[in-house]
């Protein structure tokens, strides 16, 4: 089994729609694939509806959230959208998106690019308005010739020039809140040091604790001794390690499937699960 457990569609900084992401994701012969969008479920609906037969969706979410001045961010898996209080934190966490990137630009607009919000909402369409829709404003106008190029500290990094913060999850909180709505916690791209400042491995402990099922491990982000490092720090934590590939279609050189999860922890990530349960396709339009 092919199982990619991270990506993200136009609902939020994808470029590819929910139907179109889950076709790209049987083209590249996966068996699973998890729609995880940032801090939304919006594209779930439109996933299901166009789930081809032969790949199994598991619904989930990425939620914003920040510990000790540190953006990161944690995959929730097959937890009940409907549950009332991951609800209005996903919904806190989204409505601040807007304001932020209206900061984000005005900042811009100061240091001499003419960025406009009209711009970016046009990029954004749907989706959950963030910086890689500013990321792609920059692209358009010249300023930068790739979306890893604007998530510097020249532009939209953490502690950059342009960058303003968000209303953030505090990890702690998100775990409770994820094991609330039945769901399992899985830290995304934990060591990903070139998006900003990444938690110490003490916090890591912590939050497994407190709870936290896994860690992302195998990521684009992640070098080969990173890899290493976090899948002995997982072993000793007895956490789970995913792998997967954080697909944003064309915002992104990654492709679905560049990483993968083992079976075995897909296995133990469902029988864990309690607020959703993976569909498999039926053959969708």
Not at 63 to 71: E, K, M, V
Not at 124 to 143: C, K
């Amino acid at each position: 089994m092919r199982i990619d457990l991270h990506t993200h569609s136009t609902a939020s900084d994808g470029t590819d729609s929910p139907a179109g992401l889950v076709r790209a994701a049987a083209d590249a012969g996966l068996d699973v694939v998890a729609l995880t969008d940032h801090d939304t479920t919006r594209g779930h609906a439109e996933a299901l509806a166009a789930l081809p037969e032969g790949l199994t969706l598991v619904t989930g979410a990425e939620l914003s959230c920040r510990y000790d001045g540190i953006s990161m961010h944690m995959l929730a898996y097959l937890f009940d959208p409907e549950e009332p209080a991951l609800l209005a934190e996903r919904e806190l966490v989204r409505d601040d998106r807007v304001p932020r990137a209206q900061g984000m630009i005005a900042k811009l607009n100061g240091l001499g690019v003419p960025v406009t919000w009209e711009q970016v909402a046009r990029i954004a369409g749907d989706g959950s308005v963030g910086r890689p829709h500013i990321a792609t404003a920059l692209i358009e106008l010249g300023v930068v010739e790739t979306v890893n190029d604007a998530f510097t500290r020249e532009w939209l990094a953490d502690g950059g020039r342009a960058h303003m913060t968000k209303h953030e999850t505090d990890p702690f909180e998100a775990i409770r809140l994820i094991k609330g709505a039945g769901g399992v916690a899985v830290f995304a791209h934990p060591a990903a040091s070139k998006r900003g400042r990444t938690v110490p491995e003490s916090a890591i402990a912590e939050l497994a604790e407190a709870g936290l099922d896994g860690i992302e491990v195998d990521h684009m982000d992640h070098d080969p001794d990173i890899r290493a490092r976090l899948r002995g720090l997982a072993k000793e934590l007895g956490l789970l390690v995913t792998g997967s590939s954080d697909y944003h279609g064309s915002r992104k050189s990654c492709v679905p499937g560049e990483f993968t999860t083992d079976p075995e922890v897909y296995g133990e990530i469902t029988r864990r699960a309690t607020g959703a349960f993976p569909v498999p396709g039926a053959g969708g339009a």
